[in-house]
């Protein structure tokens, strides 16, 4: 299995940036996708997750009403949309898939790599 994290890069405070996750070698449509960020001295945090089909998705509160995650299995990608980013959402951002949604990231069975996002005021 691999997930390919990308889309990071610098923007200022008020702007948009879309990340996406391109996933290879998930078997079966047990999986649910999520997007986690870890910034330096924090533990790493559960932003937003989605089911395989889509009908459920998870909003952390720190990002409710300005992310939003989406997937297109055709593709075999996820996406997270984010809006109105602000200083505190500087981050190392990391795509995971696992058979369970939860916050806890050691539960998440595969990892994308990670990809910055810098905010700056």
């Known amino acids: 299995v691999q997930l390919q994290a990308s889309g990071g890069g610098l923007v200022q405070a008020g702007g948009s940036l879309r990340l996406s996750c391109a996933a290879s070698?998930?078997?079966?449509?047990?999986?649910?996708m999520g997007w986690f960020r870890q910034a330096p001295g924090k533990e790493r945090e559960l932003l937003a997750a989605?089911?395989?089909?889509?009908?459920?998705?998870y909003y952390g509160d720190s990002v409710k009403g300005r992310f939003t995650i989406s997937r297109d299995n055709a593709k075999n990608t996820v996406y997270l949309q984010m809006n109105t980013l602000k200083p505190e959402d500087t981050a190392i951002y990391y795509c995971?898939?696992?058979?369970?949604?939860?916050?806890?990231?050691?539960?998440?069975?595969?990892w994308g790599q990670g990809t910055l996002v810098t905010v700056s005021s």
């Open positions: 989605i089911s395989w089909s889509g009908s459920f998705t």
């Open positions: 995971a898939a696992g058979r369970v949604a939860v916050r806890t990231a050691a539960s998440w069975s595969y």
């Open positions: 070698g998930l078997t079966g449509n047990v999986y649910y």
